[in-house]
């Protein structure tokens, strides 16, 4: 396993960010410690063609990016202790989200829930905004539904990564949960992490697919899609369709500066399918939440 890593510049914190959002498959992290003034980029790859392969297209990308990175070779333990140093636990409301690894030292309340999780290469560890966006989401669709109709709504997970907010879904009691993604190492990843949570292999159904065909003939009423913003609107046909009514369309991956264009991608086809009455002001369309450079965008379909 080949190890990257470079100090860079806090200014290219959120542009790389938002460029790994957007990989189907990420081998890149970042570590950010504002009160130590410490940015650095990180990279594992199983050998050194691919390091250099990616990175020169990293860098092709983000000239600003120091020339060279720092090369360390690193044997299959040292490499997983490296990778475990990035992930840590993470909580919102009774949601607590834990690296399986550190499951006897992260104690929980009593009356919370705990998922335990280990992203492997797939995209989801619970620690980007996008992902604790659709968390909160979730808490507020079951705090709205009550326990008992919580646990008989249909929801998915589109563009699950790691399963993360498909398997909360499922451990806060929810029994008809359905996730996706394009990326097979993700399908992987998510039915490891149902082991570590001592879920059954049904409590959430997984898909290898795109957006499209996974929403193909199926509706829900919660759709949590932490998808880039690009995506999203150019499957805003699909995405209102898949939506119940009566249901609730929540969506992650935008960055704040482009949420009124997400809105406008999605005006027209909430117009025609969902019969919604638009408002002539575009900013009251949809309800927003912004965390750092990052927010979601929330739609209500109408029962009718």
Same mark, same amino acid.
């Given at each position: 396993?080949? @190890? ?28 950010? =410690? ?5 940015? @650095? ?28 990175? #720092? ?10 202790? +490296? ?32 998922? !335990? ?17 659709? #968390? ?14 919580? *646990?008989? +709504?249909?929801?998915? =997970? +589109? ?5 993360? !907010? *498909? ?11 359905? #996730? ?22 049904? #409590? ?19 759709? !949590? ?12 046909? =699909? ?16 960055? *704040? ?48």
């Amino acid at each position: 396993m080949i @190890e990257l890593r470079v100090p860079i510049s806090p200014t290219l914190v959120d542009p790389l960010e938002e460029w790994f959002n957007e990989l189907q498959r990420c081998s890149w992290g970042l570590t950010t =410690d504002p009160t130590a003034s410490k940015f @650095e980029l990180f990279g594992y790859f199983d050998d050194e063609a691919t390091a250099h392969e990616a990175w020169k297209s990293l860098h092709a990308a983000f000239p600003a990016l120091p020339k060279k990175p #720092a090369q360390t070779s690193l044997d299959d333990r040292n490499w997983k202790e +490296a990778y475990k140093a990035h992930l840590r636990p993470w909580s919102t409301g009774e949601l607590h989200w834990v690296p399986v690894w550190l499951k006897d030292v992260y104690p929980i309340p009593a009356g919370h829930t705990r998922l !335990l999780f280990d992203a492997g290469m797939a995209f989801g560890t619970g620690d980007h905004p996008t992902t604790r966006l659709m #968390a909160q989401r979730l808490l507020d669709f079951r705090a709205v539904l009550g326990p008992q109709d919580f *646990a008989t +709504a249909k929801i998915i =997970d +589109a563009g699950c990564g790691s399963g993360i !907010l *498909a398997l909360s879904a499922a451990l806060l009691g929810a029994k008809n949960v359905f #996730a996706f993604d394009r990326d097979p190492e993700s399908i992987v990843v998510s039915r490891e992490n149902l082991v570590f949570n001592g879920l059954p292999e049904n #409590a959430v159904a997984l898909d290898n697919a795109g957006l499209e065909a996974a929403l193909k003939g199926r509706t829900a009423d919660l759709i !949590l899609a932490n998808i880039q913003a690009d995506v999203l609107s150019i499957h805003a046909d =699909d995405l209102a369709k898949a939506t119940a009514p009566g249901g609730t369309l929540a969506m992650s991956g935008i960055l *704040a500066a482009e949420v009124n264009d997400v809105r406008a991608a999605f005006e027209p086809n909430l117009a025609h399918i969902w019969k919604y009455d638009v408002p002539d002001e575009l900013e009251f369309f949809g309800s927003s939440r912004v965390m750092g450079d990052w927010c979601d965008l929330v739609f209500e379909r109408p029962i009718r």
